[in-house]
């Protein structure tokens, strides 16, 4: 067999991806092969199974190697051309496949925040607990990711199933509930708020319907960030969770944390976003409803005033209104209350500066 001159083979890959030290070296053993044509081989661009589209082109350049080389055959150019082709394909597919954070265990009642990463651009939709949530990504330190909010049901007991469909490739993750010990209340109220008069019925139908409104609000683009702005600087005097007995009859779990706080107490958002609904309710009173994205709405009750009109987008740490003591209450306090995809969530443990999806129930705190 012929000997050519002395030249060297590099390979250029086009694949918006980090560099693949296998393939590389594999190149670099097999690239004297194919030095065939002075002005290299071209392999046309793929669309591997990421959907990474992929262009490698092999250029052999004189005197690099300082060595003779004896030329292959065609038909070994080909052979070995397709192998390298098909080692950058298969780098580049698998470098392409993006990653989750999730927590393996979450306590019932609890928020988790969930991180998506990848090395270019993408889009799709989280699945959890029957629903599906938007996750658009964003440049990041180098990378591109996704930031979204789930919630383990406070009732869950057995593991759940997170999926990830994306632009990018697919990803799938259990998670398993770890029960919680939730407290019980026994509270005493004016008895219309226990067992309501029939003239009132129509009313709180159409409240309830409000509400599940506001809650299963769902828009693509997350306001939200960790920690969650405290609304009010008071302690806690009712933990969420608790089992209510309201004159000695049971009720359904408090869904919310209940703040300390003097009546007229400016009360603040918790994170930015837009205001689905600012209106007097039978049980709750003034009460506003807040969409931060993604599934993610905050609650204030019990409001001695409203500050916000629907429709009307706030910034994190807004004063919104003020505290009370309207309908079902001992006392002013606030009711606040986060509900992440239907699900709601205790969310004292948000307030931390890092938040952890393990632990309850909160506890209840004693006065400033």
């Known amino acids: 067999m012929s000997k050519g001159p002395p030249f060297f083979i590099s390979i250029k890959y086009a694949y918006i991806q980090r560099k693949c030290d296998i393939a590389h070296a594999c190149a670099k053993n097999i690239a004297a092969f194919l030095a065939k044509h002075r ?51 298969t780098c580049s597919s698998s470098a392409a ?32 607990n029957g629903s599906s949530y938007p996750v658009p990504s964003s440049p990041y330190g180098g990378v591109h990711e996704a930031r979204i909010l789930l919630a383990m049901p406070i009732d869950a007991a057995k593991p759940m199933r997170a999926a990830a469909d994306l632009s990018s490739g697919g990803l799938a993750a ?10 019980r209340q026994i ?16 009313r709180i139908e159409r409240d309830r319907k409000l509400s599940r409104e506001a809650i299963g609000t769902v828009t693509e683009r997350g306001y939200w960030e960790l920690p969650l702005h405290r609304p009010v ?3 806690v005097s009712s933990v969420f969770g608790g089992r209510r007995v309201f004159n000695g009859q049971p009720r359904s779990p ?12 400016p009360v603040e958002a918790v994170a930015s976003g837009t205001v689905v609904a600012a209106s007097e309710l ?14 993610v709405i905050s609650m204030y009750c019990h409001l001695s005033s409203i500050g916000v009109r629907k429709g009307e987008f706030v910034g994190r740490g807004q004063v919104i209104g003020k505290v009370g003591a309207t309908v079902r ?8 209350a986060l509900y992440v995809g239907r699900i709601p969530v205790d969310i004292l443990p948000l307030f931390e500066p890092v938040p952890s999806p393990v632990g309850g129930p909160s506890k209840e705190q004693p006065r400033n």
């Open 39 to 89: 002005n290299g081989v071209y392999l046309s661009p793929h669309r591997p199974p990421g959907g990474m589209r992929v262009a490698a082109r092999v250029s052999a350049k004189a005197g690099d190697l300082r060595t003779d080389i004896p030329f292959p055959s065609s038909i070994m150019i080909k052979q070995i051309a397709l192998i390298l082709a098909t080692l950058i394909l």
């Open 97 to 128: 496949a993006p990653s989750w954070d999730i927590p393996q265990k979450v306590s019932q009642g609890r928020a988790f925040e969930v991180r998506i990463t990848d090395t270019s651009p993408f889009r799709g939709n989280i699945l959890w």
């Open 174 to 183: 259990s998670v398993t509930p770890l029960p919680v010990d939730w407290p």
């Open 187 to 202: 509270l005493s109220v004016a008895p219309k708020y226990v067992s309501p008069p029939k003239k009132v019925l129509k």
């Open 233 to 235: 600087p008071g302690t």
């Open 254 to 265: 408090h869904l919310g944390t209940d703040l300390r706080g003097q009546a007229g107490t």
């Open 282 to 295: 039978y049980f709750s009173g003034n009460t506003i409803y807040i969409d931060h994205g993604q599934g």
């Open 329 to 336: 209450v001992t006392g002013p306090h606030l009711h606040s």
